[in-house]
């Protein structure tokens, strides 16, 4: 079945850190693969997506993210973290029904706080 | 430009009851999800409405129901409610159709239903 893993429920950054979040997916076919991001009682606002091509993406807010097929692994990163990033960020896995999009299916997500 | 628009922003109803919330999807956009959100979760489909049918569905019961109109708006009904069913409902929209396979969703910030 497919699901998505997202290892760290918790993460705490310094403010001007560099920051990784993890994301492993399991799923048969190509995934289509994404990053949102949730301030409290708010939706989901995107980051980025991945369909095709380059496995590195560049999204909003200074974000990208890299997929790699043989970790089954879609990590979202940025190089200097700001106060304004804390939230809680949801990778996801799109189904691929002959190429067109399904429903997403979410990971559980990992809260960032970012440190003055 | 509008984006996809929710509600009622919050609602308290008591088990056994029913409850119908609404969505009005972003301009030009034709394919609505919901997904529920219980509380420190990743959001989980309940299913996707196209040319007012029901495309896709997750592992719901079928107390959840829903609707599309002819204007691309919907609404989700849920009848016989549990205390399980408190969570945070999110509406998504998407464009489909030739061109369209890499429109992601744009969630809504959805309702937050609770259930005494």
């Known amino acids: 079945a497919q699901s998505v893993t997202q290892p760290d429920i918790h993460i705490t950054v310094s403010e001007g850190a560099s920051l990784e979040l993890r994301c492993n997916y399991s799923?048969?076919?190509?995934?289509?693969l994404f990053w949102y991001v949730q301030s409290p009682g708010q939706g989901l606002q995107l980051l980025l997506k991945?369909?095709?091509?380059?496995?590195l993406v560049q999204g909003i807010k200074g974000f990208e993210a890299e997929f790699k097929r043989s970790q089954s692994s879609f990590n979202l990163r940025k190089p200097s973290v700001h106060w304004s990033d804390a939230a809680e960020y949801f990778c996801?896995?799109?189904?691929?029904?002959?190429?067109?999009?399904?429903?997403?299916?979410f990971g559980k997500g990992t809260k960032l706080s970012v440190k003055p | 430009d509008a984006g996809v628009t929710q509600s009622p922003t919050h609602l308290i109803k008591t088990r056994g009851q029913q409850v119908t919330l609404r969505c009005s999807p972003k301009?030009?956009?034709?394919?609505v999800s919901w997904y529920q959100q219980a509380l420190g979760q990743g959001p989980q489909f309940i299913f996707q409405?196209?040319?007012?049918?029901?495309?896709q569905r997750g592992n719901f019961p079928d107390r959840f129901s829903g609707h599309q109109f002819p204007n691309y708006s919907s609404e989700l009904n849920v009848n016989a409610l549990l205390l399980g069913d408190s969570a945070l409902y999110l509406c998504?929209?998407?464009?489909?159709?030739?061109?369209?396979?890499?429109?992601?969703?744009?969630f809504g910030n959805g309702t937050r239903l609770t259930v005494t």
């Open positions: 998504a929209s998407r464009q489909t159709g030739i061109g369209s396979y890499n429109s992601p969703l744009h």
């Open positions: 799923y048969g076919a190509t995934p289509y």
């Open positions: 991945y369909f095709s091509g380059d496995t």
């Open positions: 996801a896995v799109g189904l691929n029904y002959g190429g067109s999009q399904g429903n997403l299916i």
């Open positions: 301009s030009g956009h034709d394919t």
């Open positions: 409405y196209y040319e007012e049918e029901e495309r």
